[in-house]
């Protein structure tokens, strides 16, 4: 017996199915015979999903920002195929400018979509989970949490705050059954730049060296990543169907390239500035 034979049929909740890594990971989850809860703000966009998996995929319209409606897509959900097993947050945009760049809405709305609405969907899915005694949550991070860019303080944020969460919630639901993976892409050919992109609706010169930089670096990178999403949806249901899952997986040569020198880099200087740090503790114990 293969291991999608062994395995019973799941029940995956996706947050940002229209397009990029949700549509990649819901049609593999799909083809490997589970099933989906397929969510998008515009359900439209979902039609040949549905058409082509008929019994295994539902589509619900879903805005995260939304909590009442976030409440009734969970339950809506159980009742469909009478469980949930995997939730993944994916929904998301970016932001790119430098802060000072960045209006005040423009900073609510990428948290409230980013973090906030993830955090609904954590919150509404988790008494099913625990009820189950099993379940989990994937969050789709981002390389900037590695180390951040100019011109991604805000963006950068959302996904820090989330990994966060992540972490203190993997310690709070380990016993009771249910798992959580943080996700760290790298850069992945989908429409993240192109239609997922906001921008600063400011502009300051003086930033045109630092953000200004790296917002026509991305451009320039549009439909030319590296990253495969079905790739990556493949190594994230590897991730979900182990026994001892990570809390962390980092996808693409160009993130685990850049973990290892974030580590290295803080390593290097944690010891240069050991001989100040270390003698912050009292001399003696009481």
């Known amino acids: 017996m293969d291991d999608d034979q062994a395995l019973p049929a799941r029940v995956w909740l996706i947050t940002g199915c229209s397009s990029g890594f949700g549509a990649a990971l819901a049609a593999h989850v799909l083809a490997r015979g589970q099933r989906v809860i397929a969510t998008a703000r515009n359900i439209t966009t979902l039609d040949e999903l549905v058409a082509r998996h008929p019994e295994n995929c539902r589509a619900l319209a879903l805005d995260v920002t939304d909590s009442a409606q976030v409440k009734d897509v969970i339950a809506q959900a159980v009742k469909e195929f009478g469980q949930l097993d995997v939730i993944v947050n ?80 993997a310690a709070e639901l380990k016993p009771l059954g249910i798992k959580v993976t943080i996700v760290q892409p790298g850069p992945f050919r989908t429409d993240f730049i192109a239609r997922s992109l906001d921008r600063a609706e400011n502009h300051v010169a003086d930033y045109d060296r630092t953000s200004g930089k790296f917002l026509r670096f991305l451009e320039t990178m549009a439909g030319r990543q590296p990253g495969d999403p079905a790739r990556a949806a493949e190594a994230i249901i590897a991730a979900v169907e182990s026994n001892t899952p990570p809390l962390r997986l980092v996808l693409g040569k160009y993130a685990n390239d850049k973990m290892r020198k974030k580590l290295a880099d803080a390593e290097r200087e944690r010891a240069a500035w050991e001989h100040v740090s270390l003698p912050t503790d009292f001399t003696s114990t009481l």
């Open 90 to 169: 994916n929904a998301g945009y970016g932001l790119i400018g430098a802060f000072e760049e960045l209006g005040s809405e423009q900073i609510a709305r990428n948290f409230n979509t980013n973090f906030f609405g993830s955090l609904e969907v954590i919150r509404a899915a988790l008494p099913t989970l625990r009820a189950q005694g099993s379940g989990h949550i994937v969050n789709i991070s981002a390389a900037a949490v590695i180390s951040n860019y100019a011109g991604f303080s805000i963006y950068g944020a959302t996904k820090w705050a989330l990994e966060g969460v992540s972490e203190s919630l």
